[in-house]
C-alpha cells in the first residue's frame, strides 16, 4: 500500500521547541512556510519550520484514531437513522 499521509512535525525555528504536528498527503507536503507561530518556550511569535516524521508503522497504526479521520457526515447521518428509527419504534 503506497504511503500517502505524512506527520510532519512543526518546530520553532529560534529554539526548535515542538509546536506541534499534522498529518498531510504527500502530494500536498509543504516543508517551506512563512508562517509564524506562538512559541511558549521563546515568548514570542517566531518563524516556523517543518520537519518529516515519517514513521510508517507509527502512521499506519495510527491512522484509525486520528480524529479527523471518521467523516463527520457519516457519523451524522448514522445518528440520524439511529434517532429516527427509535422515534417510528417508539
Ligand atoms: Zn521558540
Known amino acids: 500500500m503506497p504511503i500517502t499521509d505524512v506527520t510532519i512535525v512543526r518546530r520553532c525555528a529560534d529554539c526548535s521547541a515542538e509546536i506541534g504536528t499534522m498529518t498531510v498527503k504527500k502530494d500536498n507536503m509543504r516543508l ?12 514570542a511569535e517566531t518563524r516556523e519550520v517543518r520537519d518529516i516524521a ?8 495510527e ?3 486520528y480524529p479527523g479521520n471518521p467523516p463527520v457526515a457519516d457519523v451524522s447521518a448514522a445518528e440520524f437513522r439511529r434517532r429516527r428509527r427509535a422515534g417510528i419504534a417508539t
Open 32 to 43: 517551506m512556510t512563512s508562517d509564524m507561530n506562538w512559541c511558549e518556550d521563546c515568548g
Open 54 to 61: 515519517e514513521r510508517e508503522a507509527t502512521v499506519t497504526a
Open 63 to 65: 491512522q484509525g484514531s
